[in-house]
């Protein structure tokens, strides 16, 4: 009886040492999948292939022919190229690149028209942590920020045909079933979106015929969106 009590002590140390082990493996791979997916939410490679106006993109820059502009936002983080593909599910796990990431990319709605012409243009982009992607929206929530970040600029295509202005002027929180928000459709029902949702609309910025919409999640596990709503000057 005396060695079954002994033997029953091993075995029971080795499997409290082997849950130990498989624990210490799954916080190591939770640290180690947070930092990567942050680092791919960061990564500054991205801006070497940033095209100029009037100079021809890199020939060898790795970013796919789903690339249709680049978005920039004055004061923030927003500084990424735009993608898109016949599906709006493609870019939501794939980097610019092409590869498999959790950031994801910043896409251009699969309906939309890729040079920007629609009056209502929507982009997507998931909401990461330290103003990363998307992340930076939740500032707009606040008049102060909106009225003191609202500069942008779209440049069109691979090779930066085209550079328009951006002016954003509102900031609304609504379901991501409300098909008048998140759905190409005529400047009326937008302006109407906007008129409801938002709490501060900045009616200073000179209006414009094209309305650029940049959306992310409010929560990791959420029905809602946040937008960020801004006009496009050609």
Request: glycine share 6%.
């Amino acid at each position: 009886m005396k060695k079954f009590f002994i033997w029953m002590n091993i075995i029971y140390e080795r499997a409290m040492l082997f849950v130990f082990i498989v624990a210490l493996l799954i916080i190591c791979y939770g640290l180690y999948d947070a930092y990567y997916v942050y680092h791919k939410a960061s990564d500054n490679d991205y801006l070497k292939y940033k095209p100029v106006v009037g100079e021809t993109v890199l020939e060898d820059s790795p970013i796919t022919q789903d690339m249709v502009a680049w978005i920039t936002i004055d004061g923030t983080n927003i500084d990424y190229p735009i993608m898109q593909s016949d599906s709006n599910t493609e870019y939501l796990n794939k980097d610019p690149y092409g590869n498999y990431s959790l950031s994801g990319s910043i896409f251009l709605d699969s309906r939309n028209s890729s040079d920007f012409s629609d009056p209502y243009s929507i982009l997507y982009g998931h909401h990461m942590e330290y103003g990363k992607m998307f992340g930076a929206l939740d500032e707009y929530l606040k008049p102060e920020y909106l009225n003191k970040y609202n500069n942008g600029t779209l440049m069109l295509g691979r090779d930066a045909k085209a550079a328009y202005p951006i002016r954003l002027f509102a900031c609304v929180k609504v379901s991501a079933y409300d098909d008048n928000a998140l759905e190409p459709g005529n400047l009326d029902s937008i302006l109407k979106v906007i008129d409801e949702h938002a709490e501060y609309i900045n009616t200073s910025i000179e209006k414009s015929e094209h309305i650029i919409a940049l959306s992310t999640c409010t929560e990791p596990v959420s029905t809602n969106r946040l937008i960020v709503f801004g006009y496009i000057y050609e």
